[in-house]
């Protein structure tokens, strides 16, 4: 007799639930549409809250339309620029709700596809919390991803953060920008963030020189682009990467869209 075959409700019943969450933006100058859509740490600390949008990336959509929750924890990470890494916290203060810029030919991330009675994309708002003391690198975390035992530099971390950085969506599927996050996770980059002391892990200045920074990102997915909400446009990590890293999905709009604000942050 063949064995059974196991059923759609108890796989779906293992896929784990996640506090936490990893969203990308890009801190650099990109103009899409005449809109300069960067959006930076100083953008973010600056308008205090934001909404995500601009995400054309579906497996990004569905976790803000269906898995960000009130009051969840986030990471806010620099994408596509010179040192990409985590340079602050964030939490959620709106659930996921339509992006309506995807309805305006004007935008940056206008998507003649999405319906207003139907929406095909959405959005969430995250509220700034913290500017990290210090810039948490990709590079650390890939680093860190391949030790069982803490550095003697870094102290205050454990072997499950360390296991946790191993397992994390960043490290093992990078381009998303939109991303979970474990608590574990989340803790040990606050507290490399917070307490630093690991700077001589990293690669000496100069070291490697030449490896432009498409190298120092890859595996890691370029965020979407957001119109700021202020005079300039604040750009989250975008389409683009998300598309690369998803060759499934139809091709994204690369920014997270603009708010209703003046400038467009890019997500």
Known sequence: ????????????????????WLLKAEPETRIEKGVDVKFSIDDFEACKVTS??????????????EKMQLGQKCLFYASNCKVPG?????????????????????????????????????????????????LVPLKLLQSLSTLTTP????????????SAIANSALIKRGRLS????SE??????????????????MPAAGKGKGKGKK??????????????????????SGAKEEEEGDEEEEEEVIPKGSSSRPSKKRK
């Not at 995500?52 to 339309?65: D, L, S, T």
């Not at 190298?215 to 989250?236: D, I, L």
Request: hydrophobic share 25%; net charge positive; aromatic share 10%.
């Open 1 to 20: 007799m063949a064995p059974k075959k196991a059923s759609t409700a108890s796989s779906a019943a293992e896929e784990p639930t996640y506090t936490h």
């Open 52 to 65: 995500w949008e601009g995400v054309r990336n579906h497996e990004a959509k569905k976790i803000m339309k």
């Open 86 to 134: 985590i340079t602050g916290l964030a939490k959620v203060v709106k659930t996921g709700y339509p992006d309506h810029n995807a309805w305006d030919p004007k935008h940056p991330y206008f998507d003649p596809k999405s319906d207003p009675k139907n929406p095909t994309w959405y959005m969430v708002d995250l509220e700034f919390t913290l500017r990290l003391p210090h």
């Open 151 to 162: 550095p003697s530099c870094t102290p205050y971390l454990t072997p499950s953060h360390l």
């Open 178 to 181: 939109v991303q979970p996050a």
């Open 184 to 201: 574990k996770f989340y803790e040990a980059v606050r507290l490399l963030g917070e307490e630093g002391g690991w700077e001589g892990l």
């Open 215 to 236: 190298e120092e990102e890859e595996g890691e997915e370029k965020g979407k682009g957001k119109p700021e909400k202020k005079a300039t446009k604040k750009r989250k």
